[in-house]
């Protein structure tokens, strides 16, 4: 986990919000310091919350009378504008498409058809399995280079 405050991964933005009323207390009050800490904040999903200073929602109630907050929609909105603040790349709440290294039927289908023509073929980077262990090893060498003469050690004088 980073630090939420001065982030690595965070545009310059972060720097002109850091000194504000509400994110003073975010780290004296919340006691938010980290990443995750402001996204918990942010990812509170409380139907009866309302955008207003008398907010009787349960997240809402519990900061003013345990964090001694007084107003916690405004640190929960300056807590979003953080989190928008730090980079995709670093952003827990950033939704990525997961990785799939696979080709697709009709880009092996290109690729067989170009195969064909003698044409530039699109890499696959997945790599087959093979079916044992000896299989999954390959030795290059010159078969008139190989001594039939095995291998020994003298022994110590």
């Not at 720097?15 to 780290?27: E, F, H, P, Q």
């Not at 349960?58 to 964090?67: A, E, F, G, I």
Request: a positive charge; aromatic letters at 6%.
């Amino acid at each position: 986990q980073l630090p939420v405050w001065f982030h690595i991964g965070a545009s310059e933005e972060l720097n002109k919000m850091n000194n504000c009323y509400y994110a003073a207390c975010l780290r004296e009050n919340h006691n938010t310091t980290l990443v995750q800490h402001m996204s918990e904040i942010v990812n509170r999903n409380d139907p009866t919350h309302r955008k207003r200073k008398e907010c009787t929602c349960s997240s809402c109630s519990d900061d003013r009378n345990n964090l001694n907050c007084a107003k916690p929609f405004k640190c929960a909105q300056l807590a979003r504008d953080i989190m928008k603040c730090i980079l995709p790349k670093w952003n827990p709440n950033t939704i990525t498409q997961p990785f799939n290294p696979d080709l697709t039927s009709e880009q092996i289908s290109d690729n067989e058809k170009a195969i064909k023509k003698h044409e530039v073929v699109l890499f696959n980077p997945k790599i087959p399995l093979p079916s044992s262990v000896e299989e999954g090893f390959r030795v290059f060498t010159s078969p008139e280079l190989q001594s039939k003469t095995p291998a020994r050690q003298d022994p110590p004088i």
